[in-house]
């Protein structure tokens, strides 16, 4: 996220009290309708497959294969015992941003690659789709490590932190 801090992101969401909603477009979503399921890939960091067409219509920027997703939060900020309540509403200085990378996983980058076969004439065989996929998998996918020491585990712990 450090190389990217300049970029555009790719989403801008807005987190209010009982909904969200996409930057530049009135559509607001609630917590816990239909698009929940969207809600659970931004907190396990993933881009959801269902949604890689709407991205693709959006126009959203890729880096390195993962989605830069801005989050404005709105909500008003829970008040300390000692803190005194303030009557005004609250103002875009209470707005919290914070930016967060959003993963492909196995099945957003099929999703893409059915997309992307449909798009050309659909004549992509199953073989050219699973070679297409094991290389963007490589590609974008952080390296596997299968030394079981515990040295190793205990470095990898401490660089996901």
Known sequence: LKKHEASRPSLILHFYHQHFKFDRLDTMYMYTGPMRHFLECLYSREIPPELTDI????KCS??????????????????NQGERRSSSTSSD???????????????????DLCR???????????????????????????????????????VANALER
């Not at 991205?55 to 959006?58: A, M, S, T």
């Open 55 to 58: 991205f693709e219509d959006f």
């Open 62 to 79: 890729y880096y390195e294969g993962r989605l830069i997703v801005e989050l404005h939060d709105h909500r008003p900020r829970k008040k």
């Open 93 to 111: 200085q209470d707005v919290r941003i914070n930016r967060i990378l959003l993963h492909p996983t196995a099945d957003s980058v099929r999703a």
């Open 116 to 154: 992307l076969n449909e798009q050309h004439g659909g004549n992509w065989g199953i073989d050219v789709l699973h070679e297409l996929e094991g290389r963007i998998m490589l590609a974008t996918e952080d390296p596997l490590c299968l030394d079981p020491s515990v040295h190793v585990s205990r």
